[in-house]
């Protein structure tokens, strides 16, 4: 099951699980629509190099016996410096 992390790991973005702007790679690290479009070369993931997908929504009654994620995490790439 998806963790849906909670938020961008270049910006600190807020990325609740209904987001639509969240990206994630197949190790679910999570990028908002504007970082990996403006940040992250190429638009993969720097961390893995791994394509970058639209993160599916978990529906909203399977939040309660499944949650998101909550631990926040942030990249410490120079692309993100700042952002």
Known sequence: MLELRPNCECCGR???PES???LICSFECTWCR???ANRLPGGL??????ELVTRPVRPAGK???FPAA???KRSTLPACAGA
Do not use: I, K, S
């Not at 993931?45 to 791994?50: D, M």
């Open 14 to 16: 807020d990325l609740p």
């Open 20 to 22: 639509r702007e969240a």
């Open 34 to 36: 504007d970082c990996a």
């Open 45 to 50: 993931c720097p961390n893995c190099g791994g």
């Open 63 to 65: 939040l309660e016996r």
């Open 70 to 72: 909550t631990a926040r």
